[in-house]
């Protein structure tokens, strides 16, 4: 692989201000689509593949927070979709189980707030124009949008630089 | 300019694994403490308001007929019409401290032993040996309110569900090896003890069940140390308060807190000596 391939990561600098915002925007539609869509958990899903799609053409940079932000989430989702269908169905058939229900919702609960905290840390990096990298979402994404040919920096940075996650 | 970046996604997957190993890691630990909020906040509802009434209602009858088979059940229509009064007394009462408890069945064992215990599905058993040792009806109701609270809080299938799990009960109920398990859950609640807590919850719920009917508050001290003072021949007889227990500090527990309502009691109308005369003789 010659030096001509590889692919040198943008630093905060040089990343424009639109990109900042529409990278920080695919976290916020995240929250604004989890909080509208509760009822209806898997429609939200759908918003944020939206928000993905238009999104992504804009930079790599914005590509990957906003599949980082639509990996992360669906996770997330599928746990809410699941305490939905499980309310539903029993209020419906009176014939299901509540055993084992209020721990699954203790459980799905923490999740969200994990999930939000990490989205929050997530977020604040993407508006200053860095690459946060959550664990294997992260790693996904860098690989679909940069992947092995990023270059790693030589030296160590004195300030925040953007590198790629650890290994590539 | 950067060096060369050597890896990727698939190339790398220690990596990769590693950061699942994390995820994995987040995920176990909310689990675990999804759990302990569950058990903290949650738990003892669940067992007793989800395993159901209907289970409650079904395990009844299935016990009862288990003690029939290794206890004499006593028919004696002055017995009946006795007991039919101080539940008309307590009913009442019942009804507005515990709203939704299930219909009250009275069983007299014709034994020496000084007992009475409680079965799932709000059938209480009484033995003659405790009637003896009483002098009122009055002091029987205080035992009754006693048990009753073991009824309106679904002690035994609590006890049971802890003891031999749900899935134990449920086959049960279903067939297979029911007759073992049912000889071995009616020895559990003839002999059993609750717990600290709720014999104290059953003592406390007895008092107030009693002011609450208009019938003397003391009458449940009383009773205890009626039973104190019985000292059978044999004490393993003196079943209903187990030897272990600190009577002494139920009965104190239950002046003090008869001693808080001020009740204008009106005696529960049954000749309680004229009734012990007609129980049959005891076995020696």
């Known amino acids: ?168 | 300019m950067g060096e060369q970046a050597s890896g990727g996604l698939l190339t790398r997957r220690s990596s990769l694994l590693a950061e699942l190993a994390i995820l994995l890691a987040v995920l176990v630990v909310l689990g675990l403490l999804a759990f302990a909020a569950q058990k903290l906040f949650l738990a003892p509802r669940v067992v007793t308001n989800d395993v159901s009434k209907s289970l409650d209602n079904a395990l009844g009858p299935v016990v009862l007929r288990q003690v029939e088979m290794s206890h004499t059940v006593l028919s004696n229509p002055d017995v009946d019409a006795a007991f039919a009064a101080i539940m008309d007394r307590l009913r009442p009462a019942l009804g507005q401290l515990a709203p939704g408890s299930p219909k009250i069945r009275i069983v007299v064992i014709d034994s020496r032993t000084v007992n009475a215990f409680t079965l799932p599905g709000g059938i209480i058993c009484v033995d003659t040996g405790l009637m003896r040792n009483l002098g009122s009806a009055d002091q029987m109701a205080g035992v009754l309110g006693h048990e009753l609270s073991h009824v309106a809080h679904r002690d035994p299938l609590s006890l049971l569900a802890r003891q031999v799990g749900a899935a134990a009960l449920a086959g049960m109920l279903t067939g297979g090896r029911g007759g073992d398990l049912a000889r071995a859950l009616a020895q559990t609640l003839v002999n059993v003890r609750y717990g600290r807590e709720a014999e104290d919850r059953a003592d406390d719920f007895s008092v107030r069940l009693l002011a609450k009917a208009d019938i003397s508050p003391l009458a449940f001290a009383q009773a205890l140390e009626r039973i104190r003072k019985a000292e059978p021949r044999d004490a393993s007889l003196l079943q209903w308060i187990d030897s272990h227990s600190p009577i002494d500090e139920r009965i104190a527990r239950a002046r003090q807190e008869a001693a808080g309502f001020s009740v204008e009691s009106r005696r529960i109308n049954v000749s309680w000596p004229a009734l012990i005369r007609k129980l049959p003789k005891p076995e020696e």
Do not use: C
Request: avoid cysteine; glycine fraction near 4%.
């Open chain 1, 1 to 168: 692989m010659s030096m001509e391939d590889t692919v040198r990561l943008p630093q905060p600098a040089e990343i424009t201000e639109r990109e900042k915002d529409d990278a920080m925007g695919a976290y916020l539609m995240m929250f604004a689509s989890l909080a509208i869509g509760l009822p209806i958990p898997l429609l939200n899903l759908i918003a944020s593949l939206i928000y993905f799609l238009v999104n992504k053409k804009t930079s790599p940079f914005v590509a990957f927070h906003a599949l980082q932000a639509l990996l992360s989430h669906i996770p997330v989702v599928l746990l809410n979709a699941g305490a939905a269908a499980w309310v539903i169905t029993n209020l419906a058939t009176h014939t299901a189980s509540w055993a084992g229900f209020f721990w699954y919702l203790f459980f799905t609960v923490l999740v969200n707030l994990t999930y939000i905290v990490w989205s929050i840390v997530a977020l604040i990096h993407a508006n200053k124009g860095r690459f946060f990298y959550m664990p294997v979402f992260g790693r996904i994404s860098f690989a679909t949008y940069y992947g092995a040919r990023a270059s790693r920096p030589a030296r160590e940075p004195r300030a925040w630089e953007n590198k790629p996650p650890e290994g590539f």
